[in-house]
């Protein structure tokens, strides 16, 4: 048969018809495929990321006695955010991330910071954190459980963020996933960029539709 550039053609065109589409998530209550954009709850008792469609989102939001919380997906770059060097030492944070969120059972402030084998906790003391939310009432308005102060110090980083407390999970497990050797290697490095530098776009565009409500997180 002539014409090798059209059999070469169909060759890639078939195979864009039989590779698989992304797959489709769904619903952990109703089992429901749900768009890629969906809301997120977690369980309190171990911490998980369940993926909900709208519907069982609210209804479980709604449940008295329900084990889950709805994750809000407001995204804040803390421009103003005060900490001195001393109090960043005080958190005592190897790799120069880490994520603290208010546990509401423990009824105390909880900070991870990823590493190679998942989120380790540090020892962050009641009194660090209340000298920190002194200077910075933004703190005091994290909801419990599921919104986090995010902060980045690696290399020449200076950002401090309030975040949805999946994005902070899925900042740990990239890290888990690429981490190699000692020091990470250049592939975790290269992702940890990549996802600050998304967090910074997507802070930047919450900045300009303020007020927007936005409870649909992705992933
Ligand atoms: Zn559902
Ligand atoms: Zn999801």
């Not at 997120?40 to 006695?65: F, W």
Request: aromatic residues 8%.
């Amino acid at each position: 048969m002539p014409g090798s550039t059209v059999s070469g053609n169909w060759v890639s065109r078939l195979r864009h018809f039989v590779s698989p589409p992304a797959a489709l998530e769904h619903c952990q209550f109703c089992q429901a495929p749900i768009a890629a954009k969906h809301p997120h709850l977690i369980e309190l008792s171990n911490r998980g990321v369940v993926c909900a469609c709208p519907d069982c989102a609210d209804i479980e939001t709604a449940r008295r006695g329900s084990p889950y919380r709805l994750i809000p997906q407001n995204l804040l770059l803390l421009r103003d955010f005060a900490i001195s060097d001393a109090q960043w030492a005080a958190f005592q944070i190897p790799i120069d991330l880490v994520f603290v969120f208010l546990d509401s059972a423990a009824r105390r402030p909880v900070a991870l910071y990823p590493g190679a084998a998942g989120a380790i906790q540090s020892a962050l003391g009641l009194e660090a954190w209340s000298e920190l939310a002194a200077g910075n009432p933004v703190l005091n308005q994290l909801a419990p459980d599921v919104e986090a102060l995010l902060v980045n110090r690696t290399k020449e980083s200076r950002e401090y963020y309030r975040a949805p407390i999946d994005r902070c999970f899925a900042l740990a497990g990239l890290i888990r996933t690429h981490w190699r050797g000692l020091s990470g290697g250049n592939a975790v490095w290269d992702n940890i960029e990549r996802y600050f530098a998304r967090l910074r776009s997507e802070a930047a565009g919450a900045d300009s539709s303020a007020g927007a409500d936005r409870a649909a997180g992705d992933g």
